[in-house]
């Protein structure tokens, strides 16, 4: 499985951005993308997962409301859309990927045992 992440860039406060993840290689029949975010100085955190099973859809508390997780089957691209972006945002954004043989999904972004990760794309919120 392979994860190719883009979309990061500089916006000021209160933009938006899209970041794309483009996902290959399943060879399952179910998976969950997760995007997670690093911080400098930080540890790495989860920001939001999507299961295939279901379409379920999970977000970290501090992201509620602002950010929204997508996929396209049809483009095999998973999708964060990040609005009223604020600089506590500012991180390497990475999504990953995990996948299953059973009709399981992920229910918390706290789940961190993905087996495939893409390389991060930086996001910085900044005037």
């Known amino acids: 499985v392979q994860l190719q992440a883009s979309g990061g860039g500089l916006v000021q406060p209160g933009g938006s951005l899209r970041l794309s993840c483009g996902v290959s290689g399943f060879t399952r029949d179910y998976w969950t993308i997760g995007w997670f975010r690093q911080a400098p100085g930080k540890e790495r955190e989860g920001v939001s997962c999507?299961?295939?099973?279901?379409?379920?859809?999970h977000y970290a508390d501090s992201v509620k409301g602002r950010f929204t997780i997508s996929r396209d089957n049809a483009k095999d691209m998973v999708y964060l859309q990040m609005n009223s972006l604020k600089p506590e945002d500012t991180a390497v954004y990475y999504c990953?990927?995990?996948?299953?043989?059973?009709?399981?999904?992920?229910?918390?972004?706290?789940?961190?045992?993905?087996?495939?990760w893409g390389q991060g794309t930086l996001v910085t919120v900044s005037s």
């Open positions: 990953a990927a995990v996948e299953f043989s059973d009709r399981i999904r992920i229910t918390s972004v706290e789940f961190k045992n993905y087996d495939y």
């Open positions: 999507i299961s295939s099973a279901d379409d379920s859809t």
